[in-house]
């Protein structure tokens, strides 16, 4: 749960770089959140505005840890936008930095 609020709190942070644990740890959180909310919404609540709300904001923190995770991985973070690519690149380890020899 602590990698899905921190994704939040890193929602405009594109220079950094996301672990595979922490973008598959949101990933799969917010599916399992996003269908109960879906559902308690429809439920409760019919024609409202908060889904769409809470879509758009949840889409924007997936896009931000995906194009981390991606730089991360040694890849272009651009390629996240590519659908199905962008979740098969994710699952790439970190890259590697080689040390320089003294």
């Given amino acids: 749960m ?13 220079k950094s770089e ?3 644990i922490e973008f598959w740890s949101f990933f799969i959180v917010n599916a399992i959140v996003s269908f109960l909310f ?6 409760l609540l019919e ?12 889409f924007l923190v997936l896009f931000s840890i995906g194009f ?17 690519v962008n979740l098969i690149l ?5 890259k590697r930095v080689k040390k320089s020899e003294s």
Avoid: C, M, Q
């Fill in 47 to 58: 024609d409202t505005i908060i889904l769409p709300l809470y879509r758009i904001i949840t």
């Fill in 68 to 84: 981390r995770r991606l730089k991360n991985a040694g890849f272009n973070g651009w390629l996240f936008i590519i659908p199905i």
């Fill in 38 to 43: 879906t559902v308690i919404i429809k439920i």
């Fill in 2 to 14: 602590k990698y899905y609020l921190l994704a939040f709190k890193n929602i405009f942070n594109f």
């Fill in 18 to 20: 996301s672990t595979i």
């Fill in 90 to 94: 994710a699952f790439f380890p970190e």
